[in-house]
């Protein structure tokens, strides 16, 4: 639930130049969303990406989130609309702390998805309503989705949201996320192809 959304204000990038909002959900945690080009008046790319420290702002070779962030984000600049929506559940929505704590399982060779079964969650704690209610707010209600995980295209057919493509996003495969982005696929069910 939306509890409260900042004012509009420009954001020049290396990749080009957008609109940034805030929005604060229940738990007062604030979730980032950049905006490129007339979103209601043009069929928008979307991309819903959830926080990952380590990747994102740490340039972690263990997963391919900075790289999904970064394509995402151009692919939006080069269609002249789109909407980033960045946010705040870091881990698959377990947390930092229990993040680490699941690196710390795999480097004794549990995959992603053990290691979060082993410290007692979900393989996927992730939740996609506040990223539907932000479209919602932005009255944006048909878009293209740029996304490998079906997760979120069903929760936000589930949400009302016309999702009339989806656009495959490239990550960056190296030795160090390859074994990562593999469980994506087999257990997850990501749209990837790695093989």
Request: aromatic share 6%; with cysteine; glycine share 6%.
């Amino acid at each position: 639930m939306i509890i409260k959304a900042s004012n509009i204000a420009n954001l020049k990038t290396k990749f080009g130049n957008f609109k940034i909002k805030v929005f604060k959900d229940k738990s007062k945690k604030e979730h980032l969303v950049l905006i490129k080009g007339n979103i209601e008046k043009n069929l928008p790319l979307v991309r819903i990406h959830s926080e990952c420290l380590t990747g994102d702002v740490f340039f972690s070779l263990r997963c391919d989130c900075r790289s999904q962030l970064e394509n995402s984000i151009k692919k939006v600049e080069k269609n002249k609309c789109g909407i980033i929506i960045y946010l705040r559940q870091e881990g698959r929505g377990i947390g930092l702390l229990n993040k680490i704590n699941a690196y710390n399982l795999q480097d004794k060779g549990k995959d992603t998805v053990e290691a979060n079964l082993d410290l007692g969650f979900k393989e996927d704690q992730r939740n996609y309503d506040l990223a539907c209610e932000i479209l919602k707010d932005l009255k944006v209600l048909k878009i293209k989705l740029i996304t490998n995980n079906p997760l979120k295209m069903k929760a936000l057919k589930a949400a009302g949201i016309d999702v009339v493509e989806r656009i495959k996003i490239d990550s960056n495969i190296c030795s160090h996320n390859k074994d990562y982005l593999k469980t994506k696929q087999k257990k997850l069910g990501h749209f990837l192809n790695i093989s």
